[in-house]
């Protein structure tokens, strides 16, 4: 297999391509190459992203890869039969799994992946391939400059930060830039908690030296020698990912001492979180990284002036970090010339819930929910009509049909009481009962909340119970009018925002889905008949 | 609360481990959620007989060890079964059948959520969100994620994964 001439063949090893066999393809593949007595190439790239279409295997050719997909273990030999390997002959090209030149393809064409631009190219552990595209420029032309000009360059770009709050991260990191102190922190926010999201884990997965390129930057750019990646502990290999790519950036001098020979130092280290969804949340965040039980503190200071053990510290997530280095590589005016109004730049978007083609697009601000829904994601899974997206994961609103034609867009998303968050989109067919999904946003709420404050904490299981009653139809008026009150002292009264935008989903369900919420059992209800059909059926 | 702790005592063997385990990260800035992980990832679970050496060597009491343990929902104060299965209970895999999934597994295996089957093959825990949402439902056995799950897929994982030590 050390053959430089042998053919490369690509099978994806990021964990959702994985979820749907891709390491028994790999294997599969090189065993029938073995046997026949072909010389192959095996690559485990990241994904592509169109994980619908998963284990999805590309061959290189002169004119680049062309894609088959998906492949299953027992595709294998009818691929080889038809010369798969040779991709563009008469035979190879008949084959049904045969896609094509995979730059081609639409989906990818109709995308502007920018943070995204190695993701599924490149063999993600391979600093080699990294540097091969483009890799460390962004650093490059960093170390030229001062932490000051790096900022600037950050903040003229237009980003803001992708873990949903949506701040100028420019101006945050001149917060720690202008805040004295020996010792200065880089925290990255990979806890992603919400549901309908994974782009987080496809970056560290899929393209990790772009997050340790991009907190390299971030820390020369505000003095800071020390980095820790807070990483969920549902996602065990984007851990072993990270550090063996740590220790690879570690041997190549990109980190450590004298940063590519300047005077710079940084260190990276990543630290496991443990299951709980409000250590998301930046300063439970960092007292659970300081050893201690996630409980949200109260801000200010805030954590860019007093975070990490009462450091000035940057906390950023995953995305925002990511696309730093193709900021700096590119230039501040590069980035901001895509997107609408105040949202610079591109959203990675992540397709997720009852959709045909889910998956990861990379887009400027400004395509409608309706482009993703029935553009890139086809539809449904199940060919029913979709009835509401939630957008934003679980602290964000449900949004109607009447709704899909909204810019994503954080201005226009804040316009109809919806959030963008950290761009996960969530699809439902007709058989959603969105009285159901109003209760679960409480459950998860009393589940998970940190127990600091008392509308969040008492006010969530209130939630629960009322629903139930509503559901009932237990004093229906008097416990519709309850839910209600009880949101609003949530949404004013809460400490952070899971308590405090929880009340998202349960009234946006309430609000453009009230007929759910009429009591079961009276005949009146057309909606949840449907749905027993759309069960039944 | 701690003389709710002392109930359990620890074979010398394990006591030893935990101890190189406390020697090796107790340095560390932050160090009491790695040392946590460390255990537990080393004997299965973290004993409260642990949290008075731990408690020690941190300089911290033993209710703040016992407060921490339990904040988070990853930590288990008791042996789990060889194998864990943690099903997706969020939006996107509710969205795509994971109720009626989560039902079927819970009636196969005869337990509930935090229960572990009667030949401590498998230990079943609600997740929320894997990351795996493209292509829901989807679960995890041990460290492996799995998408587009049925019940025969998971009846065929499950019995796999009692073959299995
Ligand atoms: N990605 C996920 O998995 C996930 C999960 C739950 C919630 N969220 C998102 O989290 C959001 C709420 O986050 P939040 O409570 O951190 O929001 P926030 O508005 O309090 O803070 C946003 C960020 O800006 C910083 N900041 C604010 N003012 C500043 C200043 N003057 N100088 C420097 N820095 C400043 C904060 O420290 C923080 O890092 C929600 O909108 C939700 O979308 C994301
Ligand atoms: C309950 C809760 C959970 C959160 N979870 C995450 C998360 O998993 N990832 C993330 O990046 N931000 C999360 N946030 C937002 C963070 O508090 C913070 O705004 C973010 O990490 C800042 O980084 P950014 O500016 O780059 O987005 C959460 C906030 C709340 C209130
Ligand atoms: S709103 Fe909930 S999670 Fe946030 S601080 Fe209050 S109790 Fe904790
Ligand atoms: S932790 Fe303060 S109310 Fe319980
Ligand atoms: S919601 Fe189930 S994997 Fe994300």
């Known amino acids: ?537 | 609360m701690a003389n709710v702790l002392s109930t359990e005592t620890l074979d010398a063997e394990v006591l030893d481990k935990v101890q190189a385990l406390i020697a090796q990260h107790k340095d560390m800035p932050g160090a009491l959620l790695p040392l946590l992980h460390s255990i537990q990832d080393g004997i299965g679970y973290v004993p409260e007989a642990c949290y008075l050496p731990i408690s020690k060597a941190l300089a911290l009491s033993v209710a703040e060890v016992h407060g921490v343990v339990t904040f988070y929902h990853h930590f288990r104060s008791h042996p789990a079964g060889r194998h864990i299965l943690q099903i997706c209970r969020a939006e996107s895999c509710q969205a795509m059948g994971s109720e009626k999934l989560e039902a079927n597994i819970k009636s196969s295996l005869g337990i509930d959520y935090h229960q572990t089957t009667a030949d401590g093959a498998i230990t079943l825990e609600p997740v929320y969100c894997l990351g795996n949402c493209a292509c829901s439902p989807a679960l995890m056995m041990d460290d492996e994620v799995y998408g587009r799950m049925n019940s025969q897929k998971v009846a065929e994982l499950i019995s796999d994964a009692r073959a299995t030590s």
């Open chain 1, 1 to 537: 297999m050390g053959n430089v001439n042998a053919i490369k063949v690509y099978v994806p090893r990021d964990s959702s391509a994985l979820s749907l066999g891709a390491d028994r393809t790999a294997k599969a593949i090189a065993a029938e190459a073995e046997k026949r007595g072909i010389d192959i190439q095996l690559v485990r790239n990241g994904s592509r992203g169109l994980f619908w279409l998963e284990p999805f295997v590309e061959v290189a050719t002169e004119k680049g890869r062309v894609a088959y997909a998906p492949v299953q273990p027992n595709d294998v030999p009818a691929l080889f039969d038809a010369d798969f390997l040779n991709a563009h002959s008469e035979k190879a090209v008949a084959h049904p799994l045969n896609l094509g030149l995979t730059e081609e393809l639409t989906w990818l064409k109709n995308q502007q992946r920018l943070t995204f631009a190695r993701v599924g190219i490149t063999d993600p552990v391979s600093l080699e391939d990294y540097l091969a595209h483009d890799g460390y420029k962004g650093l490059a032309n960093a170390l030229k400059l001062t932490g000051a000009d790096i900022v600037k360059t950050v903040t003229d770009s237009g980003l803001r930060g992708r873990g949903g709050a949506a701040f100028p991260t420019g101006i945050k990191w001149k917060t720690v830039l202008d805040t004295k102190s020996e010792q200065k922190y880089i925290v990255c926010n990979a806890d992603e908690g919400d549901s309908g999201t994974y782009s987080d884990r496809m970056i560290m997965e899929d393209d990790p030296f772009v997050l340790i390129e991009g907190m390299t930057i971030a820390g020369i750019a505000v003095g800071a020698t020390q980095g820790y990646i807070y990483l969920r502990s549902e996602y065990p290999h984007a851990l072993k990912i990270l550090n063996e790519a740590i220790d690879k950036a570690k041997g190549a001098g990109y980190l450590g001492e004298n940063i590519c020979g300047s005077q710079h130092a940084f260190n990276l280290e990543v630290r496991r979180a443990a299951g709980a969804y409000v250590c998301g949340e930046e300063t439970s965040l960092l007292e659970s990284l300081e050893g201690k039980r996630g409980l949200v503190r109260f801000k200010p200071p805030l954590p860019a002036i007093e975070g990490l053990f009462g450091k000035p510290t940057v906390v950023n997530n995953v995305i925002s970090l990511a696309t730093i280095p193709i900021i700096l590589d590119k230039g501040a005016q590069f980035y901001a010339d895509y997107g609408m109004g105040r949202s610079r730049g591109t959203l990675p978007i992540q397709l997720a819930g009852n959709i045909k083609h889910g998956g990861l697009v990379e887009l400027a601000f400004g395509a409608t929910l309706r482009d993703l829904l029935y553009g890139f994601g086809g539809g449904s899974a199940t060919g029913r009509p979709i009835r509401a997206v939630q957008v934003g994961g679980p602290l964000g609103a449900f949004l109607p049909e009447s709704q899909f034609d909204t810019p994503l867009d954080y201005e226009e998303f804040g316009k109809i009481w919806a959030v963008l968050g950290h761009g996960g989109i969530v699809a439902f067919d007709d058989s959603v009962d969105m009285a159901k999904m109003a209760r679960y946003a409480f459950e998860f709420c009393a589940i998970e909340s940190c127990g600091k404050c008392t509308p969040c904490r008492i006010g969530s299981v209130r939630g629960v119970e009322v629903i139930d009653k509503i559901i009932a139809g237990t004093e229906y008026n008097k416990n519709m009018q309850l839910v209600r009150d009880l949101s609003d002292t949530m949404l004013n009264g809460s400490l952070c925002a899971l308590g405090g935008m929880t009340p998202y989903p349960v009234l946006s369900a309430l609000n453009h889905f009230a007929e759910d919420f009429s009591p079961r059992g009276s005949g009146l209800n057309n909606q949840l008949q449907n749905q027993e059909k759309a069960k039944a059926a």
